[in-house]
């Protein structure tokens, strides 16, 4: 069964830094990787979608990785703005038809400080 | 404007009440998925359907019912046999071809009275 972690589970960081946060899966037999933000009481927006033959994807000052022999993912995040604040999560997917399910882990809670 | 919109944002069920959920999508997605959200756990799958007239149980069925008559509607039930519905349950759609990501929509908190 897969399993995906995300450490840290919170992080708090001063306006600017760059940061990086962590996803890692126990099954490395996957589609794709996808990486989400959640702001409080909301659903989910996509960020990042990276397929399983990739190394990286980025958008804006997102970057995100996957070493799928490792199992692990990350998002780096360039300058930091207190409208990142959010919670990141991420989700692997195993092809099953049209379906792909994800599996997701529980989340990082990212908080930019002024 | 495109998207996914569930309803009601907040709804209360009393005890051996049925609830119903609704989730309706103009994206012309042919996947849908529910999914549960509890404090400090990822999100699960409860249902998901491929296409019209066809779903499929997800990890956490039990206690749920949906439907698929219309493309553009996935509603779902939450039955009296689900014995802890308090949750954050949210929609997706996906288009149908590889390696697309999921939408959400916005959400239903569910609460007991």
């Known amino acids: 069964k897969q399993e995906v972690t995300q450490i840290p589970a919170a992080l708090s960081v001063p306006e600017g830094e760059n940061l990086v946060l962590n996803c890692s899966f126990t099954?490395?037999?996957?589609?794709?990787l996808q990486w989400f933000r959640q702001d409080p009481g909301k659903g989910l927006t996509s960020l990042l979608l990276i397929q399983s033959s990739q190394r990286e994807q980025t958008s804006g000052r997102l970057n995100a990785s996957l070493d799928k022999s490792s199992g692990r993912s990350t998002l780096y995040i360039a300058a930091s703005q207190p409208g990142d604040s959010a919670t990141y999560l991420c989700?692997?997917?195993?092809?099953?038809?049209?379906?792909?399910?994800?599996?997701f882990g529980t989340g990082t809670r990212l908080q930019v400080t002024l | 404007d495109g998207g996914i919109t569930q309803s009601p944002k907040y709804l209360f069920r009393k005890e051996g009440q049925n609830v119903t959920l609704s989730c309706e999508q103009n994206l012309n997605h042919d996947a849908m998925y529910w999914y549960r959200q509890d404090p400090g756990q990822g999100l699960r799958l409860i249902y998901y359907s491929q296409i019209v007239n066809d779903f499929q149980k997800g990890d956490i069925a039990e206690g749920y019912s949906v439907s698929r008559e219309k493309k553009e509607s996935f509603p779902l039930t939450v039955t009296s046999a689900q014995k802890n519905p308090t949750a954050f349950y949210l929609c997706?759609?996906?288009?149908?071809?590889?390696?697309?990501?999921?939408?959400f929509g916005d959400g239903t908190r569910l609460s007991i009275l």
């Open positions: 989700a692997v997917s195993k092809n099953t038809g049209t379906a792909s399910k994800l599996t």
């Open positions: 997706a759609a996906r288009a149908d071809y590889s390696n697309q990501p999921q939408h």
């Open positions: 099954d490395s037999a996957i589609y794709n």
